[in-house]
């Protein structure tokens, strides 16, 4: 596996991925427009002269009413120029503010157009607001909150926020629904300043916004073959307003990197390789929905996402993410990857040469799904995903995404992680599979380990939270962790068909009884002569099956169905949801951001049609290694059920925090 990695490594072209970083920057990126047509039809070029066999790029409807599962499509968008000006008043002269394209970022995605002319529109300041009628105005937000509701209800045609104190320079990305009646900027704190001194003098402002329609939703593929059934999915999301450059140019660019580098192996495929590049969600869910019964097309039993792999961590602020796979889906794909990082070449090593150093870091963190690998990762389609990132960035959807943040030297680690685990898992053979057996029981006994105490800087539960850390829960916890374990080395049988299972069975049988021993000190139980493995915490069967994760404190409430269609979508569920709850769903995720989205995932896929409430959320804490706060949990099983998305009582039994 070193060597593979290491060949990718010095395989790796910086100028090429370089020119391509340049050039793809250079295309507005806005889904469901001519940008991201034009990066499309780049891609699909450099794709081919990857050495990619069946390169397509698929236009799908850019409507705003197709729908792929809840995965909407976007309507089509394309800006071609926006200006906000102050006008002068006592004889002052009129005061340019925002122009687009000049400062990329300004203009919301799905503003609505002006006409030709432009318009003349009040400012209101957003602090001063009591209510009332607003026809014609543009609302200046000074305060935190985006009433984007409230103010086209009461006759608002536009709104300018501002991108945070951080940088008078930076501009924050802006999203505006689907049909918008809105045009909106996102301006820099400086250009915030003036628009609110304008404002609260009662200034108006000219505005115009040009958008152009007709493009649609493209998404490119290309494949490898193997010479043998199933592979791996790679996928990296093509959108994003320019310049984007992390998020996520790199991505696709290290992608492209990847095609050459597996293409240069291409007769030694035993597995194939499907390559996808396109919106982010709605572009990978249409190619998957649309060619769901087409296995050479989604014949993957694996995926990896590529998203941000190219942030410079110094500038940038964040080390490289390797998200794992989902509990739901335990898989050899965790360690294989991880083992890769490990590979990388070392940057220097210790006084006496002993131990290799780095002067970059990376971390292995729980199942997020806030990219493109939510999709392959959901039960609805249960292929193990992992994704490769970066997290914090500072600069994240803003406009200073600019390409002086990219880091070669990271992308050539990205691209030759992930080149050296598709080598490992779509090459292996006979001989190989010790290797990767012997690395997937390690990297599921130092799971099991480290159920021994909290990690360093783990979250801290609040009142209400059930803390996946807690004395009281940590023998399920370690039940929990048994079972992916165990389950990831048996997933090994998809590389062999079975035939090295005996095999595999002893080091299943050595994880189950590191566990049983491990019991001992976490729960002070004894493990006494030839126990069954894991038979100390097992939680009971749930209709006469057992189900992988299961707590010792089974609900005994009802079982909880899930009933949506395809992948989990919380976009689609705020959609659907009461106006009371929208409200609510918005909130938490305006007060947490990324906590509570991936709170609402890991409950989301808690959801097995078997557990309970209360099994349900024990779940969701183990595997996101969250504290889940049993009213949050309760009210988004209730809107889950009101909104048809969910059978069952959402009342949680067994989950006490």
Not at 120 to 137: E, I, K, M
Not at 412 to 440: H, K, M, N, Q, Y
Not at 537 to 560: C, I, K, M, T, Y
Not at 606 to 618: K, P
């Given at each position: 596996?070193t060597?593979?990695?290491?060949?990718?490594?010095?395989?790796?072209?910086p100028d090429?991925?370089?020119?391509?970083?340049?050039?793809?920057?250079?295309?507005?990126?806005?889904?469901?427009?001519?940008g991201?047509e034009g990066a499309a039809?780049y891609?699909?070029?450099?794709?081919v002269?990857?050495g990619?066999?069946d390169v397509?790029?698929?236009?799908?409807?850019?409507?705003?009413?197709?729908?792929w599962?809840?995965?909407?499509?976007?309507?089509?968008?394309?800006p071609?120029r926006?200006?906000?000006?102050?006008l002068g008043?006592?004889?002052?002269p009129?005061?340019?503010?925002?122009?687009y394209?000049?400062?990329?970022?300004?203009l919301?995605f799905?503003s609505?157009p002006?006409?030709?002319q432009g318009?003349?529109t009040?400012?209101?300041?957003w602090?001063r607001?009591?209510g009332?009628?607003?026809?014609?105005?543009?609302v200046?937000?000074?305060?935190?909150?985006?009433?984007?509701?409230?103010v086209a209800?009461?006759?608002?045609?536009?709104v300018v926020?501002g991108?945070?104190?951080?940088?008078?320079?930076?501009a924050?990305?802006?999203?505006l629904?689907n049909?918008?009646t809105l045009?909106g900027f996102s301006v820099?704190?400086?250009?915030?300043?003036?628009?609110?001194?304008a404002?609260?003098?009662?200034?108006?402002?000219?505005?115009?916004?040009?958008?152009?329609r007709g493009a649609?939703?493209?998404v490119?593929?290309?494949?490898?073959p193997?010479?043998?059934?199933?592979?791996?999915l790679?996928?990296?999301?093509l959108?994003?307003?320019a310049?984007?450059?992390?998020?996520?140019?790199s991505?696709?660019?290290?992608?492209?990197?990847?095609a050459?580098a597996?293409?240069?192996?291409?007769s030694?495929l035993?597995?194939?390789?499907?390559f996808?590049?396109?919106?982010?969600?709605?572009?990978?869910?249409?190619h998957?929905?649309e060619?769901r019964a087409d296995?050479a097309r989604?014949?993957?039993?694996?995926?990896?996402?590529?998203d941000?792999v190219?942030?410079?961590?110094r500038?940038?602020?964040?080390p490289?993410?390797v998200?794992r796979s989902p509990?739901?889906l335990?898989?050899?794909?965790?360690?294989v990857?991880e083992?890769?990082?490990e590979?990388?070449p070392?940057?220097?090593?210790?006084?006496?040469?002993?131990?290799?150093c780095d002067t970059?870091s990376?971390?292995?963190?729980?199942f997020v799904g806030?990219?493109?690998?939510?999709?392959?990762?959901?039960?609805s389609?249960g292929?193990?995903?992992?994704?490769l990132g970066?997290?914090?960035d500072?600069y994240?959807?803003?406009s200073a995404?600019?390409?002086?943040k990219?880091?070669?030297?990271?992308?050539r680690?990205?691209v030759?992680?992930?080149?050296?685990a598709l080598a490992?898992?779509c090459e292996?053979?006979?001989?190989?599979?010790?290797?990767?057996e012997r690395l997937?029981?390690?990297?599921?006994a130092e799971l099991i380990?480290?159920?021994?105490?909290?990690?360093a800087?783990?979250r801290?539960?609040?009142?209400?939270?059930f803390?996946?850390?807690?004395?009281?829960a940590?023998a399920d916890?370690l039940?929990h962790?048994r079972r992916?374990?165990?389950?990831?080395?048996g997933?090994?049988?998809?590389?062999?068909?079975?035939?090295?299972?005996?095999?595999?069975?002893?080091?299943?049988?050595?994880?189950?009884g590191l566990?049983d021993?491990?019991?001992v000190?976490?729960?002070?139980?004894t493990?006494?002569?030839?126990?069954v493995?894991?038979?100390?915490?097992?939680?009971?069967?749930?209709?006469?099956?057992?189900?992988?994760?299961e707590?010792?404190?089974v609900?005994r409430?009802?079982s909880l169905?899930?009933?949506?269609?395809g992948p989990f979508?919380?976009?689609a569920?705020i959609e659907d949801a009461s106006?009371?709850?929208?409200a609510?769903?918005?909130e938490?995720?305006?007060?947490?951001?990324?906590g509570a989205?991936?709170t609402?995932?890991?409950?989301a896929h808690?959801?097995d049609?078997?557990?309970g409430?209360?099994a349900?959320?024990?779940?969701?804490?183990?595997?996101?290694?969250?504290?889940?706060?049993?009213?949050?949990a309760?009210?988004?099983?209730?809107?889950l059920r009101?909104?048809?998305?969910l059978?069952?009582?959402?009342a949680p039994v067994?989950?006490?925090?």
């Amino acid at each position: 596996m070193t060597r593979l990695v290491r060949a990718a490594y010095q395989g790796f072209d910086p100028d090429l991925a370089g020119r391509e970083l340049r050039e793809l920057v250079t295309f507005d990126r806005y889904q469901a427009s001519a940008g991201a047509e034009g990066a499309a039809v780049y891609v699909a070029e450099r794709a081919v002269a990857a050495g990619l066999d069946d390169v397509e790029v698929h236009r799908y409807p850019a409507d705003g009413q197709r729908r792929w599962w809840t995965f909407a499509a976007p309507m089509s968008w394309t800006p071609e120029r926006a200006e906000l000006t102050l006008l002068g008043v006592d004889g002052r002269p009129d005061e340019p503010v925002v122009s687009y394209p000049e400062q990329p970022y300004r203009l919301a995605f799905q503003s609505a157009p002006t006409a030709d002319q432009g318009v003349v529109t009040p400012l209101v300041l957003w602090s001063r607001w009591s209510g009332g009628p607003l026809p014609g105005c543009t609302v200046v937000v000074d305060t935190p909150g985006l009433p984007l509701v409230a103010v086209a209800e009461a006759g608002a045609i536009g709104v300018v926020v501002g991108g945070g104190p951080s940088d008078d320079d930076l501009a924050r990305r802006l999203e505006l629904p689907n049909g918008s009646t809105l045009f909106g900027f996102s301006v820099s704190p400086s250009q915030l300043r003036r628009i609110i001194a304008a404002a609260a003098a009662g200034g108006s402002a000219r505005v115009t916004v040009s958008v152009r329609r007709g493009a649609g939703l493209p998404v490119v593929t290309g494949r490898l073959p193997g010479s043998g059934p199933g592979g791996v999915l790679l996928c990296a999301h093509l959108c994003h307003p320019a310049p984007s450059a992390n998020d996520n140019a790199s991505g696709v660019v290290a992608l492209l990197a990847v095609a050459r580098a597996a293409a240069a192996r291409r007769s030694q495929l035993r597995r194939g390789l499907w390559f996808v590049w396109g919106p982010e969600f709605v572009g990978l869910a249409a190619h998957l929905h649309e060619h769901r019964a087409d296995p050479a097309r989604t014949g993957f039993d694996l995926a990896i996402n590529l998203d941000m792999v190219g942030e410079d961590q110094r500038v940038c602020g964040g080390p490289l993410i390797v998200e794992r796979s989902p509990d739901h889906l335990p898989s050899y794909l965790n360690a294989v990857v991880e083992r890769c990082v490990e590979s990388l070449p070392p940057t220097g090593r210790s006084f006496s040469s002993a131990v290799a150093c780095d002067t970059w870091s990376w971390r292995a963190t729980p199942f997020v799904g806030a990219s493109d690998h939510l999709l392959p990762a959901d039960r609805s389609i249960g292929r193990p995903s992992v994704q490769l990132g970066h997290w914090p960035d500072r600069y994240h959807h803003t406009s200073a995404d600019t390409l002086d943040k990219v880091d070669r030297a990271e992308l050539r680690r990205v691209v030759a992680v992930t080149s050296g685990a598709l080598a490992t898992i779509c090459e292996a053979g006979a001989a190989d599979l010790p290797e990767i057996e012997r690395l997937t029981t390690a990297w599921g006994a130092e799971l099991i380990r480290s159920c021994l105490q909290p990690p360093a800087g783990a979250r801290e539960a609040g009142p209400g939270d059930f803390d996946p850390w807690c004395d009281d829960a940590r023998a399920d916890l370690l039940e929990h962790r048994r079972r992916v374990a165990v389950a990831s080395v048996g997933s090994l049988s998809s590389l062999d068909g079975g035939s090295g299972d005996d095999r595999r069975r002893t080091a299943e049988r050595w994880l189950d009884g590191l566990a049983d021993h491990l019991h001992v000190i976490v729960a002070g139980e004894t493990v006494a002569g030839e126990a069954v493995a894991g038979e100390a915490v097992a939680g009971e069967a749930v209709a006469g099956e057992a189900v992988a994760g299961e707590p010792a404190v089974v609900d005994r409430g009802p079982s909880l169905i899930p009933g949506w269609p395809g992948p989990f979508n919380l976009r689609a569920l705020i959609e659907d949801a009461s106006e009371a709850d929208r409200a609510w769903l918005s909130e938490q995720l305006a007060l947490d951001g990324p906590g509570a989205y991936a709170t609402f995932v890991a409950l989301a896929h808690s959801l097995d049609g078997h557990r309970g409430a209360g099994a349900a959320i024990r779940w969701a804490a183990f595997a996101s290694q969250l504290p889940i706060s049993v009213p949050l949990a309760t009210r988004l099983f209730a809107v889950l059920r009101d909104t048809g998305w969910l059978a069952g009582d959402p009342a949680p039994v067994g989950a006490e925090p």
